[in-house]
């Protein structure tokens, strides 16, 4: 036997066409067909990956990289550092919400989707929800990425026209006369929401208390709770 | 237009569905994807990945999830915007009553046509394509977009530019 591969192959795709396409017209029809169906996002990423290394457009090493960063340096426990300077000083407190952008730098934090940032406070009266019903903009310095209900349809749609149901299905139930606003990030200001100190923690330290701190409740989809009122809850 | 994309005010999209210690990425390619669209972003006209997005086919869009959109979004297949720094003054002042008019994909469609309360001094943001200007937080009652079904004591603050807005 002395078949090369080539032959090998052709031998094979012309009995796999015969068996599949019996004149050329069908054939055209299943390739224009075949390309309407959505590929395997992992192989499709890996060509979009391969392609752009190979021009030069791109260095594996900082995909890594990048990878890294947002899996293990940023996250919601730089919000909670924020948040917790911002309870045991009030002149932070103060520059906080007057000047977000430099009073979160001062703690080491800022860049990609976090240039532009409001810092909005909870108080007995008012709580604040953030999101974004046109995409998912979410403030990443302090945040991370944002969790895939953030992203999702349901959240998207129902935070504006029913806030306090969204709210409730996190498990917060706000007393009626309770303000409720929902600051719906469409431009290119992203959104902190500075949650309420609870109770009982006056003298933990400020590293204690920032690991109290939740990411749902700097989106404001949470309270800040203690351990033992988590156990009442 | 009305886009896919601009959810708010939908109804039928289900429950939210918090995921208990969700990893940052769910699969490898989620995060190839990911650091792909960030390592190639220096060049891209500003806001035109998400443009792109919003170009997606509804059917498309609703189907796919949201590291899925990003990556067909890499494929540009319409016009992008691009930025300048603004240079126009900003048209309006605190507190005053304007309505919204334009029609764009980064203005909800639940806040047209009516005069709103504006309520906050604009904070000065780049813009839109070759039409630098301002940003605004708006801020509209609940009840005003929504009706009586909403609380009267809950709002809405929507960052809409000053093409969106007009004196009322």
């Known amino acids: 036997m002395t078949t090369n591969r080539r032959d090998f192959l052709t031998a094979a795709v012309t009995v796999a066409g015969a068996a599949v396409t019996p004149d050329l017209s069908h054939a055209h029809d299943h390739d224009h067909e075949h390309q309407a169906v959505p590929s395997d996002p992992t192989l499709r990423v890996k060509a979009l990956e391969s392609l752009l290394v190979e021009k030069g457009l791109v260095d594996r090493s900082a995909l890594d990289a990048l990878i890294d960063t947002y899996e293990h340096k940023v996250g919601p426990r730089n919000g909670a550092r924020v948040v917790a300077r911002a309870w045991a000083d009030p002149v932070y407190r103060q520059r906080l919400l007057s000047n977000a952008d430099a009073a979160i730098a001062e703690l080491g934090y800022g860049g990609l989707q976090g240039e532009h940032m409001v810092v909005v406070e909870n108080t007995p009266k008012v709580h604040n929800l953030v999101v974004c019903t046109l995409c998912s903009c979410y403030p990443w310095p302090v945040l991370g990425l944002p969790p895939v209900w953030y992203k999702s349809a349901p959240y998207r749609s129902r935070a504006v026209i029913d806030p306090r149901g969204v709210l409730r299905e996190f498990g917060l139930e706000l007393a009626d006369d309770v303000e409720v606003r929902v600051w719906d990030s469409t431009a290119e200001l992203r959104y902190l929401v500075l949650p309420e100190r609870p109770a009982g923690t006056e003298k933990m330290s400020e590293e204690e208390v920032a690991a109290l701190v939740t990411r749902d409740s700097m989106v404001g989809v949470g309270k800040v709770t203690t351990p033992a009122q988590g156990v009442r809850a | ?168």
């Open chain 2, 1 to 168: 237009m009305n886009g896919i994309h601009d959810m708010g005010g939908m109804h039928g999209m289900g429950p939210i569905k918090p995921e208990k210690n969700e990893p940052v990425f769910h699969a490898a390619w989620e995060g190839r994807a990911f650091a792909l669209s960030m390592a190639v972003d220096g060049d891209w006209p500003y806001g035109a990945d998400r443009y792109q997005i919003e170009m997606i086919p509804p059917e498309e869009y609703l189907r796919q999830n949201y590291c899925g959109r990003s990556c067909e979004s890499e494929r540009p297949r319409y016009p992008a915007l691009s930025s300048r720094p603004a240079r126009a003054p900003a048209q309006y002042e605190s507190r005053g009553t304007y309505a919204t008019t334009a029609l764009h994909t980064r203005q909800n469609r639940d806040d047209r046509a009516e005069p709103w309360r504006f309520r906050i001094p604009g904070h000065q943001r780049q813009g839109l394509g070759e039409k630098p200007q301002h940003v605004y937080s708006v801020c509209f009652a609940a009840r005003d977009l929504w009706g009586e079904q909403a609380s009267r004591y809950d709002s809405i603050y929507v960052d809409l530019w000053d093409d969106y807005l007009e004196p009322a």
